[in-house]
């Protein structure tokens, strides 16, 4: 009787230990593709396509269905000029989720492309019956309007937008963005504080407000726009990044070091957080550190080498033999 009161008792624990095993790597893989799918929007939203392809397939492996992941896998692809490849992401979200004026507006560039004007035409006028409002098909004209590099036509679009839906943050962003692509700093600034009035806890705003002020010219209230980001969002690991070259560019050193190691805490293989840490250590004085971090950013960014020996910060060091070989490898 004992026995067979042992032998249950352990059964019935060894099977809660699987069980709760299984709910715990689970949740880590759950979390994990999170995290991924927070990078590929990232990328998406930085226009690194590229890098945005590679996790959002990252996340297909393991979730083949998740819709943002097919959506940025569509766009991205047709940027890469894989049209068919990028209908087939597209059409397998439609399958599997419904359609949105965002595919649908991806399906009618796409077959604008291939030449398909009775496709592309159909697919324009299901963007319009599925969101009323044109606001957001504006949107997505003007978006790729831009990645055709297009500007004024995507600014048209976008300024279309914001006068059908004037209350979507994001859309004042992307417009913000292109003002500053065309140099009008000063509208630029507008469209971010327009986004910042309608959503203030956005970071994705107060990233780009750093970005206008650093270029402006404004490193203190440049700092203040990316630790406002951070605070919403600490995992931006390019506000990180761009925040310690400010620091760096004013001298406080141990601040922008510990900026740009927070970047590759986020994202360990970071080239520019690598790079900036290169130019860190030049700076300081200290070739054997500048070097090591300079290694590391060419390894994982080869075109880093070109821009090492052209962008000045280690011009002093050329005859130094350490720096000669990396550069001449």
């Known amino acids: 009787m004992f026995f067979t009161w042992l032998i249950k008792y352990f059964y019935y624990f060894n099977l809660k230990y699987k069980r709760d095993l299984f709910i715990k790597k689970r949740n880590m893989k759950r979390e994990d593709l999170e995290k991924k799918l927070q990078l590929a929007v990232i990328h998406h939203s930085k226009s690194q396509f590229a890098d945005a392809l590679v996790y959002a397939m990252e996340i297909l492996d393991e979730d083949k269905d998740n819709p943002l992941a097919l959506e940025i896998a569509g766009f991205a692809t047709m940027v890469s000029g894989d049209f068919e490849k990028a209908i ?33 035409s159909k697919y324009f006028h299901l963007a319009s019956e599925s969101e009323a409002n044109m606001g957001v098909v504006w949107r997505y004209m003007g978006r790729a309007y831009y990645e055709e590099g297009n500007i004024d036509l995507a600014i048209e679009c976008y300024e279309k937008s914001v006068s059908s839906s004037p209350d979507i943050h994001n859309t004042w962003v992307a417009l913000g963005t292109l003002f500053k692509v065309k140099g009008d ?18 970071a994705e705003t107060w990233y780009n407000m750093g970005n206008l002020l ?21 995992g931006r690991y390019d506000a990180w990044n761009n925040m310690g070259t400010v620091l760096l560019d004013l001298g406080r050193f141990d601040e922008a070091l510990r900026s740009f190691i927070k970047a590759l805490k986020i994202k360990p293989n970071y080239t520019r957080a690598y790079f900036n840490i290169a130019k860190l250590w030049a700076q300081k004085g200290n070739p054997k550190k500048s070097v090591e971090a300079l290694r590391i950013s060419i390894r994982l960014d080869p075109s880093r080498k070109v821009l090492a020996q052209t962008c000045g910060y280690f011009d002093h060091y050329f005859d130094n033999p350490i720096f000669r070989g990396i550069l001449s490898d």
């Open 88 to 120: 087939a992401f597209l059409n397998k979200r439609i399958a599997a989720h419904g359609g949105n004026a965002k595919v649908y507006v991806y399906l009618s560039l796409l077959y604008t492309r291939l030449g398909d004007s009775a496709r592309a």
């Open 185 to 202: 700093y000063n509208k630029a600034e507008k469209c971010y504080k327009k986004a910042i009035e309608i959503c203030p806890k956005y």
């Open 214 to 234: 650093g270029t402006s010219n404004r490193p203190e209230d440049a700092l203040e726009a990316y630790m406002t980001a951070l605070r919403h969002d600490p």
